[in-house]
């Protein structure tokens, strides 16, 4: 019997988003624009909120969150797919490459449960409006954001140390833009049997849970809003809540395609543009749909201009 001899991956070479080298440049400058908008919204909503107290309420303390777990997520995805578009081999040590994968596990995961956080804040605000502030109290929003990360963290855990365990040998091309669990799978000459079972449970626990209370909060929500007699006041409701409902739906949906569908009609290409969605698209667009069409921030965001303003005129007299 002829001995298999294995030669294991010790780095892997990500194909990025496109081989096509007319795209590589204009796809740089455009993700490179989306990265800055990205790193500045959210690291300005959260500073923003750090500083203003009367933004120091449950539902801008689940926005910081919201806004610290997409800078973080945003920031381990794509300085390294920026630097596929310019480099004529984009290779990643294996470890830089599970470590890559952890910590988008680790947020990817908590921004699903955030989004389930808010919109259970949004519905006890809403429908319950006199048991608010007992029941989102100062310790139970942090409780719940202990619960957010704590479940990120364990799953995360979870898919990385059966990941570990595999054998890399089929070869070091990787067709992503970063490490993700399905092409890294593909890559592996071990039975990949208890990472697919294991990560097909997390991602319909982590899609299915928050995807179900998200609709059953925005229900109640929708339902309280058409009580509202003032036609004025029932619009600018749906306008809130169309903006809020179009980002879930655009993160679960990329996410459901990604990690829900049946291997045999999915294709890494599409998944690869699906990822572009939950990793790079959804972050720029939180702070803008969540925050920034928000009354209370722009009035926050004024007062810090002007004190900014007036310490400025006070060293120059």
Same mark, same amino acid.
Request: glycine share 4%; net charge neutral.
């Given at each position: ?18 081989? @096509? ?44 969150? %919201? ?10 995805? *794509? ?18 490459? *599970? ?18 956080? *808010? ?15 007992? #029941? ?27 990941? %570990? ?19 890294? %799978? ?15 449970? =997390? ?36 306008? #809130? ?30 998944? @690869? ?21 928000? @009354?209370?921030?722009?009035?926050? =965001?004024? @007062? ?5 303003? =007036? ?7």
């Amino acid at each position: 019997m002829a001995e298999v001899n294995y030669t294991t991956v010790t780095e892997f070479v990500l194909t990025g988003l496109t081989e @096509k080298p007319g795209l590589q440049l204009p796809l740089f400058f455009l993700f490179l624009g989306i990265y800055v908008v990205t790193v500045l919204g959210n690291l300005g909503m959260v500073m923003l909120i750090l500083f203003s107290p009367h933004l120091h309420t449950p539902m801008y303390f689940f926005l910081s969150n %919201l806004s610290l777990v997409d800078l973080c997520q945003s920031s381990v995805i *794509m300085p390294k797919m920026l630097e596929n578009f310019v480099m004529v081999k984009s290779v990643i040590s294996y470890a830089e490459c *599970m470590a890559q994968f952890y910590l988008f596990d680790v947020f990817a995961v908590s921004e699903c449960h955030m989004l389930a956080a *808010m919109a259970y804040d949004r519905y006890v605000a809403i429908c319950n409006p006199l048991l608010y502030n007992v #029941t989102m109290s100062y310790k139970v929003c942090s409780w719940m954001v202990v619960a957010v990360y704590s479940v990120g963290l364990i799953c995360a855990t979870g898919e990385t140390v059966c990941l %570990l365990r595999l054998l890399f040998c089929k070869g070091d091309d990787l067709n992503h833009y970063f490490c993700d669990l399905l092409p890294l %799978l593909e890559q592996s000459c071990s039975s990949t049997f208890i990472n697919e079972v294991l990560a097909l449970s =997390f991602s319909s626990f982590n899609i299915i849970v928050p995807g179900l209370t998200i609709l059953s909060s925005y229900t109640f929500i929708i339902a309280s809003i058409l009580r509202i007699r003032s036609t004025e006041g029932r619009s600018k409701a749906f306008s #809130t809540c169309s903006s809020h409902i179009l980002a879930v739906a655009l993160f679960f949906g990329s996410l459901t395609f990604m990690y829900l569908q049946p291997s045999s009609v999915s294709s890494m290409d599409q998944g @690869k543009v699906s990822s572009v969605f939950y990793t790079i698209v959804v972050p720029m667009m939180n702070p803008l749909i969540y925050s920034l069409r928000n @009354k209370d921030v722009k009035v926050a =965001f004024y @007062k810090i201009v002007r004190r900014r303003q =007036f310490m400025g005129n006070e060293e120059l007299g």
